[in-house]
């Protein structure tokens, strides 16, 4: 469905103002542009790694918002606008001149089905709920994905990475005769891709945490269209970094393997909390690190004791490294 586009020009101060007048008036899901640097705040739980350089903040914002065509658009706008003049009386709106366009599709929530295929990482088929297996990879280890809105198909390649180092460990534990079923700690889920994978490879039980509550909606359904259950994988919306209770919840030296697939920074702020949850011995297997933030993520582990550096792999641009709790 198309929909109909309006571009408020506005000021940068008006932004937070304008935006929970629209929130009032049932509008949802603008858009902001304008030339603020995000803060540190704004990104925590992001996948954004390197921010754009921005020229100078002049002031000025465009915030967008958007209304279906067969809605009542006039008497939205009439409202809009008398709703912009009450705020006119106590902040400077800027011009608040509203344009009108028609946008692309917006059903992003679905649009992304139409390009994800079954597709293989080594012995492992990764597939939509909707697609059949295709001929040639009946062998394989199938894995059903449908992220809906959490981060992770399997296409990516720091997925790709951490499920190649988590089928290379699950293979040496298990050929080892690890005892006791091996337990794998997910950080940053997403669909619980990474976690799904560890118990089709062998794991006994998985404990995963992210931040964003989508995750655990689609771990769950993740979990029933691959016949396993929440006894075999827990996860808790929370931040293992500074949260006392997902960090209880997690347990101390529970875990052989711990897999977080964010971003650099936050592995390195992560590092130091995994060394409390694995087992000594256990393997930490870490991605979402772009390569020019490899030597930062090496760095930190260096200057961790509790840690030795096993592995060091790359997929495009993108950086595993795997090391091992003393
Ligand atoms: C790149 S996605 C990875 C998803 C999936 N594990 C994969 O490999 O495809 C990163 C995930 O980490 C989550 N995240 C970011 N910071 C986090 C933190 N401090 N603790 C837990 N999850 C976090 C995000 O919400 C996002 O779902």
């Known amino acids: 469905m198309k929909w109909k586009k309006y571009t408020l020009s506005t000021t940068t101060a008006a932004v937070d103002l304008v935006s929970a007048a629209f929130s009032e008036l049932g509008i949802e899901g603008i858009e902001i542009e304008d030339h603020v640097p995000l803060s540190e705040q704004d990104t925590k739980g992001m996948f954004i790694d390197i921010l754009p350089e921005l020229p100078p903040d002049d002031g000025r914002a465009r915030v967008s918002f958007y209304l279906e065509p067969e809605s009542d658009t006039e008497e939205m706008l009439v409202r809009v606008r008398e709703s912009l003049e009450e705020l006119r009386l106590f902040t400077d709106i800027g ?3 509203i344009s009108e366009s028609e946008t692309e599709d917006r059903d992003w929530i679905n649009n992304w089905k139409t390009f994800f295929h079954p597709f293989t990482v080594d012995d492992i088929l990764i597939k939509p709920s909707w697609e059949q297996i295709p001929a040639g990879a009946e062998g394989k280890t199938p894995i059903q994905i449908d ?22 460990y699950l293979k040496i534990m298990r050929a080892a005769g690890v005892r006791d079923g091996i337990e794998v700690l997910d950080v940053g889920t997403g669909s619980g891709i990474l976690g799904i994978a560890a118990l089709k490879l062998g794991a006994a039980h998985v404990f995963a945490t992210d931040l964003d509550d989508n995750a655990v909606e689609a771990v769950g359904e993740n979990l029933r269209s691959n016949a396993l259950t929440e006894a075999q994988f827990r996860t808790v ?3 293992l970094i500074d949260d006392a209770e997902v960090q209880a919840a997690a347990g101390d030296e529970r875990y052989d393997i711990a897999v977080a697939n964010i971003l650099a920074p936050v592995i390195i702020a992560l590092q130091g909390e995994i060394a409390r949850h694995l087992k000594h011995g256990g393997i930490f297997i ?20 509790e840690f030795e550096l096993l592995e060091v ?14």
């Not at 198909?153 to 790709?160: D, N, V």
């Not at 991605?287 to 004791?305: L, Q």
Request: hydrophobic share 25%; proline share 5%; aromatic share 4%.
């Open 313 to 326: 792999n790359r997929q495009g641009e993108w950086v595993n490294i795997t090391v091992r709790r003393r």
């Open 286 to 305: 870490t991605s979402g690190i772009i390569d020019t933030k490899e030597d930062e993520v090496r760095e930190a582990f260096g200057r961790n004791p």
């Open 237 to 239: 919306c929370g931040n």
């Open 95 to 97: 011009p608040g001149e």
């Open 147 to 168: 992220p809906g809105t959490a981060f992770g198909t399997g296409a990516h390649e720091t997925t790709q990475l951490c499920i190649r180092q988590l089928a290379k």
